[in-house]
T-cell receptor, first 114, second 113 residues
């Protein structure tokens, strides 16, 4: 069965510091990988996605992620965070067999401290 | 603003009752997805419709049902409600040529008392 693991439920970080949010997946078939952000009292918004090609993917708001097939990881990074990045971040996969069905991780709450 | 609208924003009801949540996808999007977000189970995919037809099913209970109408709006019906059904229910839509990307609505917060 496919699954997504976000190892950190909460990540506190000071403003202008770098951050990495970890995501690992398990699947016996090819997957598409995504990161979504959820600001308080809002729906989810796509940050970036990996479908194929370059393993380093750049997204909105200065975020990037690297697909590592051997480690089955898709960690999200930002070199310098802002207070406004405080939100919940979800890693997700779509298994590329049959219909598109998202599997979401449990989320990581990023709290940026002044 | 994603362009996906959901009504109502909040819903408070009692156990055993039935409610209907409504979703209007972005203009031009044919796919609609429903998700349940709760503290204990996280974000769970419930069901997907594409142009009026059921396309994929996730962890949707038998007490729940959905449909997509000819104008492409969708409704999620929840019946015989239990306390554990209290959650945020999100609708998302995706464009025909990019079904991997989903645009989420603001959600409906359901509270079952």
């Amino acid at each position: 069965a496919q699954s997504v693991t976000q190892l950190d439920s909460q990540v506190p970080v000071f403003e202008e510091a770098p951050v990495e949010l970890r995501c690992n997946y398990s699947s016996s078939v090819s997957v598409y990988l995504f990161w979504y952000v959820q600001y308080p009292n809002q729906g989810l918004q796509l940050l970036l996605k990996y479908l194929s090609g370059s393993t380093l993917v750049k997204g909105i708001n200065g975020f990037e992620a690297e697909f590592n097939k051997s480690q089955t990881s898709f960690h999200l990074r930002k070199p310098s965070v802002h207070i406004s990045d405080t939100a919940e971040y979800f890693c997700a996969v779509i298994v590329t067999s049959g219909t598109y069905k998202y599997i979401f991780g449990t989320g990581t709450r990023l709290k940026v401290l002044a | 603003d994603s362009g996906v609208t959901q009504t109502p924003k909040h819903l408070i009801t009692a156990t055993g009752q039935r409610v209907t949540l409504r979703c209007s996808p972005r203009s031009g999007d044919l796919s609609v997805y429903w998700y349940q977000q709760s503290l204990d189970q996280g974000l769970q995919f419930l069901i997907q419709y594409y142009n009026g037809e059921e396309r994929a099913k996730g962890n949707i209970l038998e007490r729940f049902s959905a449909q997509q109408f000819p104008d492409l709006h969708s409704e999620l019906n929840l019946s015989s409600l239990e306390l554990g059904d209290s959650a945020l229910y999100f609708c998302a839509s995706s464009p025909p040529l990019s079904t991997d990307t989903q645009y989420f609505g603001p959600g409906t917060r359901l509270t079952v008392l």
